[in-house]
């Protein structure tokens, strides 16, 4: 079960309470040591995937934590920007990714008791989406000047309206068993 991948992921998970500790310190270089916290966090998001494709280590631990930690991070980032910037054009797009995350977990989790989980498997859609997300949420976080700030708010609306479509080729992709008539 202590594989590295999993440990990459228990990882992950702890730099969550870190992540949110060094964001509100009240110093001046806070963001940007919490912007390095959460892009750790996103390359061993990567980088766990990678070993256990490459050394063949999944584990059912893995297959249940790793996506956990994901929405639990992405969540609490985009709860501190949202808190951060207070202005609707960053609330609804962050409100569309969290949203989006929990309905196609919910539709993973239900085409899995159905048996029909593998309509519904990761795509290259989701992970490019992830990248630009991950990319934007660290440059929100860092707001290091306004460049920084406007190449993340534009990669923020590149993953919004990803995370749109990736929901909608899910939904799209299980229509069939979601239209079914008991």
């Known amino acids: 079960m202590w594989n590295i991948p999993n440990l990459l992921t228990s990882f ?10 060094i964001y509100y ?3 001046s270089d806070a963001h940007f040591w919490a912007a390095f916290v959460f892009a750790l966090a996103a390359i061993t998001d990567g980088l766990d995937g990678y070993v256990a494709r490459r ?4 584990t059912k631990f893995g297959a249940f934590l790793d996506p956990v930690a994901d929405k639990v991070m992405v969540a609490a980032s985009l709860i501190v920007v949202v808190e951060n910037y207070a202005v609707w054009w960053i609330s609804v797009p962050a409100l569309a ?7 196609v977990s919910a539709l993973r989790e ?3 008791q159905i048996g029909s989980q593998a309509k519904v498997q990761v795509s290259n859609l989701g992970k490019i989406k992830t990248t630009a997300q991950m990319v934007a949420i660290g440059g929100l976080i860092w707001e290091a000047n306004t460049f920084v700030i406007v190449t993340a708010t534009i990669l923020l609306y590149v993953a919004f309206v990803l995370t749109l479509w990736s929901m909608w080729e899910y939904l799209r992709a299980a ?3 979601l239209s079914q008539v008991d």
């Open 55 to 58: 050394f063949n280590q999944f």
């Open 12 to 21: 992950r998970i702890l730099l969550i309470p870190v992540f949110l500790g």
């Open 25 to 27: 310190v009240p110093d």
């Open 110 to 112: 239900w085409m899995a």
């Open 175 to 177: 229509w069939s068993d």
């Open 97 to 103: 990714i969290v949203s989006r995350e929990l309905v």
